[in-house]
């Protein structure tokens, strides 16, 4: 059973960069076909994929965000990171972390993270 917990600021100032890290147990991150992504949900809003970095490293971006987001991954510590950058009060969300395999995806508990001055 893979199992993912978001770590990070709950508060971010407006223009700063939000940083969260997924620490994974259960499985490596480098375990063929696993892609690890990061989604949101802003308040009153839907799920919104932000990126993903796949079991080999391939990386996708969602267009919206591409300027402003980046990911990595720590393959000695078993995680993955986002960056978002030049954030605002719409970046206000619950940020989560999760693993899309076949048949099954999993997912952290999700984290609030808040910009504002």
């Known amino acids: 059973q893979v199992q993912l917990q978001e770590s990070g600021p709950g508060l971010v100032k407006p223009s700063q960069t939000l940083s969260l890290t997924c620490t994974v147990s259960?499985?490596?991150?480098?375990?063929?076909?696993?892609?690890w992504s990061w989604i949101r949900q802003s308040p009153g809003k839907g799920l919104e994929w932000i990126i993903c970095i796949a079991y080999e490293g391939s990386i996708y971006v969602s267009p919206s965000l591409k300027s402003r987001t980046s990911i990595s991954r720590d393959t000695s510590k078993n995680q993955f990171s986002l960056q978002l950058s030049s954030v605002t009060p719409e970046d206000t969300a619950v940020y989560y972390c999760?693993?899309?395999?076949?048949?099954?995806?999993?997912w952290g508990q999700g984290t609030q993270v808040t910009v504002s001055s």
């Open positions: 259960g499985d490596s991150i480098t375990t063929d076909y696993y892609y």
């Open positions: 999760i693993a899309i395999t076949t048949p099954n995806d999993y």
